[in-house]
């Protein structure tokens, strides 16, 4: 839908291993975010690009970092996974002065 | 950005028209009105904006009252497939800049047969 493809859709891991969720786009668009969403939360802006190594921190950054090395891809990634990070990551997109649209999604489960 | 709030559960009738309405009365004057759905646990689906005037596109209507400090959105023949929670964000509309939604709780709507 939209031209995004979130990959992996469903993860498991164990505490303390890296993990690289990727945001892949068709759509050319300038704008790319992670949000994650809790049960109980909405969904909470992690951090988000508006170009190529061009990124920033949302709300809830801590222990996450990200890169944007060409248009199309967005990675996240967690540098030592946690428990508490075991959420569904949503990546979405936007052109210049367009609304976002989402991805369906990664389930992780960090154990 | 300024908060918003809504109903947290309603309920319609299939094929009648689902009204949710949503309260923003700290909005500023570049902010927009955003609507946006979440099916089960897929990803959000964006249906409408607008700044100040009323806005209607294939999905939905949304009508924003004068001083803008309110809105509704307006399902015009609610299907079974509209049950969703139905999330109202208001958020910076600045040219060219990357917009931060802020999702609340929403509204569930359930569409009842």
């Known amino acids: 839908d939209a031209g995004i493809t979130q990959s992996p859709r469903h993860k498991v891991t164990e505490t303390g291993t890296p993990v690289t969720l990727r945001c892949h786009q068709t759509?050319?668009?300038?704008?790319m975010y992670w949000y994650r969403q809790d049960p109980g939360h909405g969904l909470r802006l992690i951090h988000y690009?508006?170009?190529?190594?061009?990124?920033d921190k949302g709300e809830v950054s801590d222990g996450y970092s990200v890169s944007r090395s060409k248009t199309e891809d967005f990675l996240l990634t967690l540098e030592s996974a946690t428990s508490s990070q075991t959420s569904v990551y949503f990546c979405?997109?936007?052109?210049?002065?367009?609304?976002?649209?989402f991805g369906d999604g990664t389930r992780l489960s960090i154990l | 950005d300024a908060k918003t709030t809504q109903p947290t559960s309603m309920d319609c009738a299939e094929g009648r028209a689902a009204n949710l309405p949503c309260n923003h009365s700290?909005?500023?004057?570049?902010?927009?009105v955003y609507w946006y759905r979440q099916i089960h646990s897929q990803g959000p689906q964006y249906i409408i904006h607008?700044?100040?005037n009323n806005e209607t596109n294939e999905m939905a209507s949304l009508i924003i009252t004068e001083d803008r400090k309110s809105s509704t959105l307006i399902l015009p023949h609610a299907t079974l497939r509209d049950t969703a929670v139905y999330y109202c964000?208001?958020?910076?509309?600045?040219?060219?800049?990357?917009?931060?939604?802020?999702f609340g709780s929403g509204t569930q709507l359930t569409v009842l047969p």
């Open positions: 979405a997109i936007a052109g210049v002065n367009q609304p976002q649209h």
């Open positions: 759509e050319n668009h300038r704008y």
């Open positions: 690009s508006y170009g190529v190594k061009d990124t």
């Open positions: 700290t909005i500023s004057g570049n902010e927009y």
């Open positions: 607008g700044l100040k």
């Open positions: 964000i208001v958020a910076n509309g600045g040219s060219g800049s990357a917009r931060q939604l802020t």
